[in-house]
């Protein structure tokens, strides 16, 4: 039996970590339930990743119609907020989660500026017991993470990094106040999402960007802009019929592939491109179905691209600086809101820091390997994050038998779904797990579905007078190995990415972290697993 220094406070059916779209749905819909459940969220406000990542630029890259709760949420908030913009930028998204929060009165269930340290499961009395940074104790039958995949900062170990003399931050801890830029040299690392979103921004009132990249990533263009009045209407009116349809296609997105790319001939293909690439938006990655797996395939894709890049980057150096060489789709494509043109700007610069390397940083400077310096007032480190494992491992996790969870996913994340991990009952990990399909689909749409995935099997376990249960390793086993089928079966693994780890051995692809076989297709697993439909988890 487990036991804590300081005493518990309080008792809930359920804890939930992270104010996020995940934290905040199951939250509200526990309490539906008539389940008791508090939320810890570290931040001071709601919103998850929209409260953290308020750098210059941040907006959405679904379209804001179905980047947000939906009629399962709520029935009557899915048909109330108009969205201003084609994709919602990071203050209106903020707005939208505060206005979520007071609607619902959901705040009186959640712990602003509250950090967990450590949840430890005790098998006899079939309980977790939460501390918190803060120092408080609790107890809950279910503990749910639904702390992101992308929400441990990954801040390069530069040397002299913390010698800098200006502001200096990571993306995602962007200070609330802003910055002004004007008349500032600014040096931004990284050229993922956040990088390519933040150069254009801050290029219009900075004195000077240099944008320092690595390995270029590959963009589509986004094509923002504010909504008609009537459209926001014609979409509220059918926005039942838009999500149900989604919720059916390998994105979650409502729309779904033509075809194969090689099936097509060359000039519909590229009529398929063209069309895709003036609408704008993530329909260009469900174009064709075989591009993800066919390196012919993917090559179309690429020679688009590529060509692209060419007419809209003037100076050929740095259209070669920007081009991407990993083939399309193994890294999560960002959309772009003018980086390409920005790249035109005077004051704009590209530097190569994969042939020449940040050697260190100086109190005023970045320099490379061959010594060439950089000067910076300030710098902006748009370097991703430690994905899926890193807020995971950042707390105690202990599950029976005192059994951490770093220590059981040593060599690898196990998990079935990337749900729940055997040894730790009752820990639902939303949208959070290894090997789930968040980088293909659509946020809310899976958030949404694991979560109900969740809820149902915790008022099966109530109703049948069950007090825990856990996937058996067999389970784990049989999901991972299907998992590897199909990620091993696309070119994934050929890159290296926030979704994808080294290799275990010289022989073996790299490992791929999430689920690339579909919405639709996991949800399937899910439901072949769904409570008491099965006997891949032991019940107690
Ligand atoms: P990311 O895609 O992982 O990109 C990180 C960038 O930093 C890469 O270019 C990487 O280079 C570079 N980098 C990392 N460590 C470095 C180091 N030590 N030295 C130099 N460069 C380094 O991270 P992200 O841009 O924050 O985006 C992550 C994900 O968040 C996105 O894929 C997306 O899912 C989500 N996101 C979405 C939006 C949106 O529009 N809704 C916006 C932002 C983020 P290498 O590629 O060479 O490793």
């Known amino acids: 039996m487990t036991t804590t220094s300081h005493s518990v406070e309080a008792d809930y059916d359920a804890i939930v970590i992270g104010a996020g779209f995940s934290g905040l749905y199951i939250l509200k819909r526990l ?146 106040d802003g910055i002004d830029f004007a008349g500032k040299r600014v040096a931004v690392i990284g050229n993922g999402a956040t990088g390519v979103q933040i150069v254009p921004e801050v290029a219009k009132t900075a004195d000077s960007v240099r944008h320092f990249i690595r390995n270029p990533c590959h963009l589509v263009p986004g094509r923002n802009h504010v909504l008609a009045e009537a459209d926001v209407e014609a979409t509220k009116e059918a926005i039942t019929e838009i999500l149900g349809y989604s919720r059916n296609t390998f994105g979650g997105f409502p729309y779904d592939f033509l075809g194969t790319a090689l099936d097509t001939s060359p000039a519909e293909r590229q009529a398929a491109y063209q069309k895709s690439w003036e609408q704008g938006g993530f329909t260009f990655l469900f174009l064709f179905a075989d591009v993800l797996a066919s390196r012919e395939a993917n090559d179309t894709t ?99 038998d005192e059994l951490p969870l770093t220590a059981r996913w040593a060599d690898r994340p196990r998990n079935h779904l990337g749900l729940m991990s055997a040894k730790f009952p009752n820990m639902f990990m939303l949208y959070c797990g290894p090997y789930n399909p968040a980088p293909f689909t659509n946020g809310p749409t899976l958030i949404e579905q694991q979560a109900e995935w969740i809820l149902d099997w915790i008022q099966y376990l109530d109703a049948n007078g069950h007090v825990a249960m856990e996937p058996t390793e067999a389970a784990e086993e049989e999901f991972f190995a299907l998992h590897s089928e199909i990620a091993n079966s696309t070119l994934i693994p050929e890159t290296s990415s ?4 080294a290799a275990a051995g010289a022989d073996e692809p790299r490992l791929v972290m999430s689920w690339a076989g579909g919405f639709p297709e996991y949800r399937r697993l899910c439901d072949v697993n769904a409570a008491g439909k099965t006997d891949h988890f032991v019940l107690r």
């Open 498 to 501: 926030w979704w994808t780890r």
């Open 302 to 400: 690429m020679d688009f691209l590529r060509e692209k890049i060419r007419t809209l980057v003037r100076d050929p150096a740095t259209a070669g600086l920007v081009t991407p060489t990993d083939p399309w789709l193994t890294k999560r494509p960002p959309l772009e809101h003018g980086y390409y043109s920005a790249l035109n700007r005077d004051n704009v610069h590209v530097v190569d820091i994969k042939a020449n390397p940040v050697d260190a940083v100086t109190s005023n400077a970045i320099r490379l390997a061959d010594g060439t310096e950089h000067e910076a007032d300030v710098i902006l480190l748009a370097t991703g994050f430690d994905s899926y494992t890193g807020s995971l491992s950042k707390i105690a996790i202990r599950g029976r």
């Open 31 to 176: 309490r539906d339930l008539g389940l008791s459940a508090r939320l810890y969220e570290a931040g001071s406000g709601v919103g998850g990743a929209w409260y953290w990542n308020r750098y210059p630029g941040a907006r959405t890259d679904s379209d804001s119609m179905i980047y947000c709760f939906s009629e399962w949420f709520d029935e009557d908030l899915v048909r109330e907020w108009g969205w201003r913009e084609r994709y919602s930028s990071q203050p209106e998204l903020e707005r939208y989660f505060n206005w979520v929060a007071d609607r619902l009165d959901l705040r009186r269930d959640i712990d602003f500026d509250t950090r967990l340290r450590s949840a430890v499961y005790d098998e006899q009395a079939a309980l977790w017991t939460l501390t918190t940074e803060q120092g408080s104790v609790a107890t809950a039958r279910y503990f749910i993470p639904a702390v992101g995949a992308l929400s441990d900062p990954n801040v390069p170990d530069f040397p002299g990094l913390a010698d800098f003399q200006g502001p200096c931050h990571h993306s995602a801890q962007f200070p609330k």
